[in-house]
């Protein structure tokens, strides 16, 4: 009887099997300790001459650590400004409250945030695309004097950075043309308090995301008006960040729960049909950069497979996700150049695991 | 020759000026950029990133110079003059870090 016993639970248990076998960081990162040389990857990424700044860098793979670094005063438990990764973790949050049926892409922009009625045929899938139409200036530090950028985190626009949005006058028809914009993800930012109970906001980001994943670290400031800055001001480990990496990886599913709809991860992945390709340049998705092909058949990261996409931000901080590789890469700089290559970063990365046990 | 001169000039004039009048504004709110940038970036560098004084006043160097870079730490404050305007921005939380204050 015992004897039966016995093998009926190893029956089970090896049914049961691939689900355990599956790696999650519950509650920390497991270690691959596969031996594999990172020493291409790290004189790219940690030149002796400065001329990259990376601060932290990241490799998982099907859910373990494969290789980690960083650079001081960065440490594995800094929470790091991730700048432009902000807009897509939004989007990853949005696709929470899409799974709760609080919106739906063709719903107006107005219906949740009342000051865009001054543009009621913008929705919520444009400003996903950022082609809400409205006249938008991004830029940074080269030309701070019309940069409606600046003028929206640092003086104008501060205290209500949606506001101040919805307040520029249209320039193109929505959904027509791809304009990068924090304006827009800003308006989403603001929409999502418009789709949730009173009271519900400040708390929905950890409620809905964070904390299901485990992200301890996050830090989202706000501006005058209580909005969150989504466009710019998310703070993360670099640990925590892969976690929003491996959600998307697979698919929008944490463990047994399927936190983000899978149709939302594809919408998030499909090209903006609209949008022209700009070579070198990865392409916008839902709130999301892609490597897919151009027409003429280029990927803007040649040496990264078509399937590839990415959370990216200012001065290098990049969450890179290969699907078919089952591999998440966070980068965190500080980067005061453009010579940082997305391109050159992932060509040596699959290049050492290609080279994995030789 | 002398009035084809005079008409160009009037038009450069009034280009000029209506460039000048579209530009006002971002004119106007110019000087304000170099303090804020700094005391918000500077704010959430220590307070948020955690990091120390001498790193954060590098991570906010601009190639314009400030007049006054300081931190009350007790209060999460932080100041910050340039171009002859002045920004204040706060520490408001563990998970909403800094904002600039009106």
Not at chain 1, 113 to 119: G, I
Not at chain 2, 56 to 72: D, H, I, M
Request: with cysteine.
């Amino acid at each position: 009887m015992l004897d039966t016993l016995k093998a009926l639970l190893a029956t089970l248990s090896l049914a049961v099997a691939p689900a355990w076998a599956e790696d999650w960081p519950a509650p920390d990162w497991q270690t691959d300790p596969t031996p594999i040389d990172w020493q291409a990857v790290d004189a790219y990424a940690f030149p002796p001459d400065g001329s990259l700044r990376t601060d932290a860098l990241l490799i998982i793979r099907d859910g373990r650590i494969l290789h980690e670094r960083y650079a001081a005063p960065t440490t594995a438990s800094t929470a790091h400004l991730t700048w432009s990764v902000s807009k897509s973790v939004l989007a990853t949050l949005l696709g929470v409250a899409q799974g709760e049926g609080r919106f739906q892409l063709q719903d107006p922009v107005a219906r949740f945030y009342p000051p865009m009625q001054a543009h009621p045929q913008v929705r919520l899938g444009d400003l996903l695309h950022w082609a809400s139409g409205l006249a938008w200036q991004e830029d940074y530090e080269y030309a701070p004097l019309h940069s409606s950028v600046v003028a929206m985190l640092y003086t104008r626009g501060r205290e209500d950075m949606a506001a101040y949005t919805a307040a520029r006058p249209a320039a193109q028809l929505p959904g027509q043309r791809f304009l990068y914009s924090s304006g827009d993800s800003n308006l989403l930012a603001a929409a999502l308090r418009g789709m949730l109970d009173a009271g519900e906001y400040a708390d929905y980001p950890w409620q809905a995301l964070f904390t299901p994943l485990g992200i301890n670290s996050a830090v989202w400031e706000r501006d005058g008006a209580g909005s969150y800055v989504g466009s710019s001001y998310l703070y993360l480990t670099a640990r925590d960040l892969a976690r929003i990496g491996l959600l998307m990886q697979r698919d929008g599913r944490w463990r047994e729960r399927q936190l983000v709809p899978a149709t939302w991860v594809a919408f998030n992945r499909t090209p903006f049909a609209l949008a022209e390709a700009v070579p070198g340049e990865a392409n916008p998705g839902g709130h999301w950069w892609l490597n897919t092909a151009s027409p003429g058949g280029a990927r803007p990261w040649p040496h990264a497979p078509a399937d590839t996409y990415a959370a990216l931000g200012h001065w290098g901080q990049a969450l890179y996700v290969l699907p078919t590789q089952k591999l998440v890469i966070v980068r965190y700089a500080d980067d005061r150049g453009d010579s940082y290559q997305h391109d050159q970063l992932l060509e040596r990365v699959l290049a050492a695991l290609a080279g994995e046990g030789a | 020759m002398r009035r084809v001169l005079l008409v160009l000039l009037a038009l450069l004039g009034v280009s000029l000026g209506w460039s000048g009048w579209q530009a006002r504004q971002a004119l106007a709110d110019f000087p304000g950029i170099l303090s804020a940038y700094s005391a918000k970036e500077y704010c959430s560098c220590r307070f948020v990133m955690g990091f120390d004084p001498a790193y954060c006043r590098g991570y906010v160097k601009q190639w314009l110079p400030l007049g006054l870079l300081a931190e009350n730490s007790a209060q999460r404050l932080v100041t910050a003059e340039g171009l002859g305007r002045r920004n204040q921005a706060a520490w408001q939380g563990a998970r909403v870090g800094c904002r600039l204050l009106p």
